[in-house]
């Protein structure tokens, strides 16, 4: 069985309506099931050490998180019956079942997108949307983008170096230290906007940022058609159906 | 995609307008590093889609809110991906308010950034209430509670906590653009498609 971007993207379509329209039982179960292929499904493992220690932070602030929300709905909204007290502090059956409903849902949400982006280079998804549609400037921003936002972090520190070496009020008072924003953000977007203009130029001496380039045809994709992928689609429009069939 | 709106893409995103784009969203995904660096107590995570739409245009801003919101979800922050209406909605309204000459003073800047907090929180309200259930697990989830223990609605409760955040951080956003588009050198913004968003109209050429 293999999971290849179609397969992927369909998938996490299925786990996102699901987690939408289906009950939290089933959504804390299709969790489960998203770690355990994540675990033997070659296709699904994550892609390097940092996507896999992302899933793991992620997941698991995203489940303490869930828990002590639950336990906030419970305490703060005073509806239905009284589970259970402690010290004076009264936890209700309905804002614990609501807090297990989104606790749920966000924990399906997240684990499905990062179990897509986790496993799946950017790269793979964009070449592969570019051949079902997606212009090729779309692409080229998302490649682009990827390329600023690695960049993005030591520039800023740099600029952040340098104004706090200036004098920039960084660490006086709230207003002060909004107001030096700018101090920060002007050098880094004045820069960036000289990049922009040469990467332009290069991009246009090279035909890429042209109107006629609308799909890149040099990508090797795949099909978009087998079993998984109409299987996972068709399992995406029962899920969205039938709470609307049983009312 | 209609022939006047692929016109309008290709002009905006022509020469510096496709890798500005690019860089608008790197700014709107990594912003919180300098908002963290500077201790301050704001998002400004739609930086970037202003800057876009007043320096290049509706269709560059939706884009580069959207793209912003999806990558957010593959840089770990999936709850971003669903409120990709959001910020079409921020960049179509920013960029609106720049072709009709509100960058060009610091009062209608503000002006306008408070407008786009209040329709911020009304478009983002039903998406956290009825999909996330207001639990969006940050620390404004203690607001969204408060309102809902003192009688409101959820919807209400979602709706009041943006209207006490959004406002304030779209307003910063909004006066930080303008003054540093107002700082950037003549020759750099008549670069851009909207650069005479800025400019007075007797210095564009």
């Given at each position: ?247 | ?53 007043v320096l ?42 720049a072709a009709r000459g509100w960058f060009r003073s610091w009062y209608l800047a ?68 303008y003054?540093?588009c107002r700082n950037l050198p003549l020759r750099?913004l008549q670069?851009f498609?909207g650069g005479n968003n800025i400019l007075k109209p007797h210095t564009v050429h």
């Amino acid at each position: 069985m293999h999971f290849r971007v179609p397969e992927k993207l369909a998938m996490t379509l299925c786990l996102l309506v699901t987690s939408l329209t289906g009950p939290p039982l089933l959504s804390l179960t299709l969790v489960a099931v998203v770690l355990l292929a994540r675990l033997i499904v070659p296709d699904l493992r994550s892609m390097n050490k940092i996507t896999a220690r992302r899933f793991r932070s992620v997941l698991a602030f995203l489940f303490c998180g869930a828990i002590v929300m639950t336990l906030l709905n419970g305490i703060l909204i005073r509806e239905g019956l009284i589970l259970f007290q402690w010290a004076g502090i009264s936890v209700y059956e309905s804002g614990i079942a609501f807090g297990i409903r989104t606790g749920a849902r966000l924990l399906l949400m997240t684990s499905a997108l990062l179990l897509l982006f986790g496993s799946t280079q950017l790269s793979g998804i964009t070449a592969f949307l570019n051949r079902m549609g997606l212009p090729a400037r779309i692409v080229m921003t998302i490649h682009l983008t990827v390329h600023f936002v690695a960049s993005m972090p030591s520039r800023i520190e740099r600029i952040y170096s340098a104004q706090e070496a200036r004098g920039a009020p960084v660490r006086a008072h709230l207003v002060s230290r909004i107001l030096s924003l700018t101090a920060v953000l002007s050098p880094l977007i004045l820069s960036s906007t000289v990049e922009s203009i040469e990467r332009g130029k290069a991009l246009e001496l090279r035909g890429y940022n042209s109107s006629s380039r609308w799909v890149d045809d040099t990508v090797q994709i795949d099909s978009p058609y087998s079993f998984l992928t109409v299987f996972f689609l068709f399992m995406s429009i029962i899920a969205l159906l039938l709470p609307w069939l049983l009312g | 995609m209609s022939s006047r709106l692929r016109l309008q893409f290709d002009r905006e995103l022509d020469g510096a307008g496709l890798p500005f784009v690019a860089f608008c969203i790197a700014l709107n995904l990594t912003v919180g590093q300098i908002t963290a660096a500077l201790k301050i107590p704001l998002y400004l995570d739609s930086v970037g889609t202003v800057l876009a739409a007043v320096l290049c245009g509706p269709i560059s801003a939706i884009l580069a809110g959207a793209i912003s919101n999806i990558l957010a979800g593959a840089f770990g922050n999936p709850a971003m991906m669903f409120f990709v209406p959001v910020i079409v909605v921020i960049g179509a309204f920013s960029a609106f308010l720049a072709a009709r000459g509100w960058f060009r003073s610091w009062y209608l800047a503000a002006a306008g950034g408070i407008l786009q907090g209040v329709l911020a929180a009304a478009v983002s309200a039903p998406i956290a209430a009825f999909v996330f259930g207001g639990v969006m697990l940050a620390g404004t989830d203690i607001l969204v509670l408060f309102f809902r223990s003192v009688g409101n609605t959820l919807l209400q409760s979602v709706f009041y906590q943006g209207l006490s955040s959004d406002p304030v951080d779209k307003t910063v956003t909004y006066l930080l653009v303008y003054f540093i588009c107002r700082n950037l050198p003549l020759r750099l913004l008549q670069r851009f498609h909207g650069g005479n968003n800025i400019l007075k109209p007797h210095t564009v050429h």
